[in-house]
């Protein structure tokens, strides 16, 4: 090798460490050290570099985390050692049981527990061979899974390569146990998202972490912003370890996450004080959890100890009771959504589950009730989970008196009395008739929406009225009514009226990316909205874009390319694009910056904000030549504070960033009101 390609290699490696130790203090330690500029470029860098010298490329750069084209199914693949279940328990006493059993088996009386929280999540197995990580795998059965390699790659804490400290030495195979799970935060914004796309909302975290796991195509895993805490070995070839506390801590060491709350318990009383304290306490993670695990913390106790066909001797779940409750399923009613979609819900016997009451709860889908074996009049199971609207899981049949009647989705859609039918592989029943009135209210009211057009005064209430009065076929009917027409509402005054009139005539100059999400096209939310926006200058322009075009751009895709697509083909779309521009809507982009304010300064943002969502603000501050960041650095001019205070104000403070409020903001920008386009 020539001494510039030395030099080349040794480049590579170095901003490949750089890269790597960055990832661990982002993801893995939860406080980065470097700007997230810094990090871009070294990234780009790195890939320039690969790219130029492909024979410097490795699986473990930190650039592999994403790539190939979709898979057509998952491999199988065997465990090397069984991932066996865990006894369940409920209560204290049991874990008492539990506590006496492995005295007597180990006819001892000085055993010391490690206790952890119990993640509500996907089990998975990582193995690394020679500190690199070649294969990750679903539990499955159990002891076969599915290969999800790739998939797993895109979470960003799982480390490529594993950490070297001092003169630690890499086991030749090393095979890990851990927890895929989705934060709380991510599971809101992703069922959002989902809900605005007309896309069935998944139940709770643990389903969308698992939905998520088995993409086929990982750059959609990518997105999902999956996590995972390590939490056990499965094989180890070469180290010896004497307790699971130092296997704990081992894994820190090489660089995995583990899950910081565990606990080292002298004696079982020290146990269940952990778990009734998790118990509260749970609720402070932005992560769900579903119990504690209770592990024999000596691992040559737990090799005596052994484990049934089913599960080791040497642990027990201690599972919180569940936010369950027993009601009775009096009625199921069909909701018709924004793209169609028919949801059956159950309409139950008012029962109070923490603190509110509860009289209805998602059936899903006709699946899920078959699934279930659910009738009417069934004594059903419902579960509270976070802040998602209540489901029933589960039916006592026992309590069955003969009398219970099954339920059939209909046949023609409950509004309008439409075909419905079950499109390609989706589980949902949707209505046809594009003109469906429940339809087209769910279009009005996305329209006129905080992150679309951002009407004022047209709520719920208001849009039901004007559909149901026929004042409105469309959305782009809005511009078009009248005060006279308005006036004649049920408890509509003059002003009001004038208000609302004076709102729709504002909305007319709407950001791009917002008219476009505007539009209501299935499969662009908001994100791709802003993508959208990004490529083409007007509406027109779109319009006219072919799959090809559409299709390469990044984060874009078939689907969406194919609903834009038909979108703008269809008679709706074409009848509602001629009334808009009709009406004298902007529909192009003025050019970015309009005005030179805040050249050159950056800005972050933290926290909610009074007058303006995230979009906005960011919209604002780029339209005048400002530029955002997601992480304060040195080089961040300055912090926009919303409500609540957390990390970015932190660093902010020790980075002597100037910090303003939404207020100093508003004065800087003064010529220009909340909003940016009254
Ligand atoms: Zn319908």
Redesign the pocket.
């Known amino acids: 090798m020539s001494k510039d390609l030395k030099n080349v290699k040794s480049k590579i490696e170095s901003l490949r460490d750089e890269i790597r130790r960055h990832n661990h203090q982002y993801f893995v330690e939860n406080m980065p050290r470097i700007s997230d500029q810094a990090y871009d470029i070294s990234y780009k860098r790195l890939e320039e570099l690969e790219c130029k010298f492909p024979k410097f490329k490795t699986v473990d750069s930190p650039t592999q985390r994403v790539g190939g084209m979709p898979l057509d199914r998952f491999k199988t693949v065997k465990h090397n050692v069984p991932m066996l279940s865990m006894d369940n328990t409920y209560s204290e006493d049991e874990i008492r049981d539990f506590n006496r059993r492995v005295e007597k088996n180990l006819n001892s009386r000085d055993i010391d527990y490690l206790v952890e929280l119990k993640i509500d999540g996907l089990s998975v197995s990582l193995q690394y061979r020679d500190g690199v990580f070649t294969q990750g795998a679903t539990r499955g059965d159990g002891y076969r899974g599915d290969e999800v390699t790739r998939n797993l790659k895109t979470i960003r804490s799982i480390p490529l390569k594993l950490f070297t400290k001092g003169k630690l030495k890499f086991p030749k195979l090393l095979e890990m146990r851990g927890e895929v799970y989705l934060p709380q935060a991510v599971f809101s914004n992703l069922n959002k998202e989902r809900e605005k796309n007309g896309e069935a909302i998944f139940a709770n975290p643990r389903n969308a972490a698992a939905g998520s796991l088995k993409l086929l195509d990982s750059r959609q895993v990518l997105k999902r912003n999956l996590d995972i805490f390590i939490w056990g070995v499965g094989y180890c070839e070469g180290i010896a370890f004497k307790t699971h506390r130092d296997v704990l801590t081992y894994f820190k060491d090489i660089g995995l996450k583990v899950n910081p709350h565990y606990k080292f318990c002298q004696g079982i009383e020290d146990v269940i004080q952990y778990c009734r304290e998790w118990r509260d306490k749970k609720k402070t993670l932005d992560y769900d959890i579903d119990g504690i695990v209770v592990k024999v913390n000596s691992l040559k106790q737990q090799e005596r100890l052994g484990a049934t066909s089913k599960s080791p001797r040497w642990l027990i779940a201690y599972k919180f009771p569940s936010l369950r409750t027993e009601t009775v399923l009096k009625e199921i009613i069909i909701q018709?959504g924004r793209f169609?979609t028919l949801t059956p819900v159950a309409v139950v016997e008012p029962v109070s589950i923490t603190g509110s009451v509860v009289t209805r709860a998602s059936l899903h889908n006709e699946d899920q009730i078959k699934r279930m074996g659910v009738k009417i009049g069934d004594t059903v199971l419902i579960e509270k989970a976070g802040e998602i609207i209540p489901q029933v899981v589960e039916v006592i049949k026992d309590k069955r008196s003969g009398g219970e009647k099954a339920f059939k989705m209909p046949k023609?859609?409950?509004?309008?009395?439409?075909k419905?039918a079950r499109l390609d592989s989706e589980v949902a029943i949707r209505?046809?008739?594009q003109f469906?009135?429940?339809?087209i209210k769910n279009a009005v009211k996305q329209f006129a929406s905080r992150d679309a057009m951002n009407i004022e005064g047209i709520g719920e209430a208001l849009v039901e009225q004007l559909i149901d009065e026929k004042l409105i076929k469309d959305y782009a009917d809005l511009y078009f009514l009248r005060n006279e027409q308005l006036q004649k509402l049920e408890r509509m005054g003059v002003q009001s009226s004038a208000n609302i009139l004076e709102a729709i005539e504002m909305s007319k100059n709407p950001p791009l990316h917002c008219l476009i999400y505007a539009l209501g096209i299935r499969h662009v939310g908001v994100h791709t909205a802003e993508i959208l926006a990004d490529e083409f200058l007007s509406i027109k322009e779109l319009s006219k874009a072919g799959s090809q075009e559409l299709s390469v751009i990044e984060g874009v895709g078939p689907i969406v390319a194919e609903s834009v697509i038909s979108f703008f083909s269809s008679c709706y779309g074409k009848k509602v694009i001629e009334k808009l521009e009709k009406a004298g809507l902007n529909m192009g982009k003025k050019s970015r910056k309009t005005s030179d304010l805040l050249t050159g300064l950056k800005f972050v943002v933290t926290g909610t904000l009074k007058g303006y969502s995230r979009g906005e603000i960011e919209e604002i501050i780029k339209k005048y030549g400002g530029k955002i960041s997601s992480s304060v650095s040195s080089r961040t001019d300055f912090l926009i504070l919303g409500r609540d205070t957390g990390a970015k104000y932190k660093k902010a403070k020790e980075q002597n960033v100037k910090i303003i409020k939404e207020e100093d903001f508003n004065k800087m920008i003064k010529s220009i009101p909340p909003g940016g386009k009254k």
Do not use: D, H
């Open positions: 018709v169609g023609s859609c409950p509004v309008c009395g439409g419905v209505c046809l008739n469906c009135p429940a339809q």
